[in-house]
């Protein structure tokens, strides 16, 4: 069963190899969390080669790594425009 890259899981933040479960030619393949069996696709953010979480109706686009980032970034950006 082919893997994916070394990232966190979104899902149980452990650093883990995904069992690819669904390739996909035009969108993420599906994978499955080796650490807490959970479904996870790759990040969208370039160069993140974390997992987000994949649910039964929507996956998520960023890991929650990355959404924290952006979280930090558009907060320090408010207090910078608002001096």
Known sequence: MPTKPKGKCSFCKER????VI???TLRRDKCKCPSC??????????GCDN??????????????FCTEDFA?????LRKVLQL
């Open 37 to 46: 069996s959970k479904d996870v696709y790759i990040c969208r953010y370039s």
């Open 72 to 76: 930090k970034s558009g907060a320090l």
């Open 16 to 19: 883990v190899m995904p069992n």
């Open 51 to 64: 997992y987000v979480t994949g649910g039964e109706y929507y996956d998520d686009e960023f890991c929650v």
């Open 22 to 24: 669904e390739e996909n």
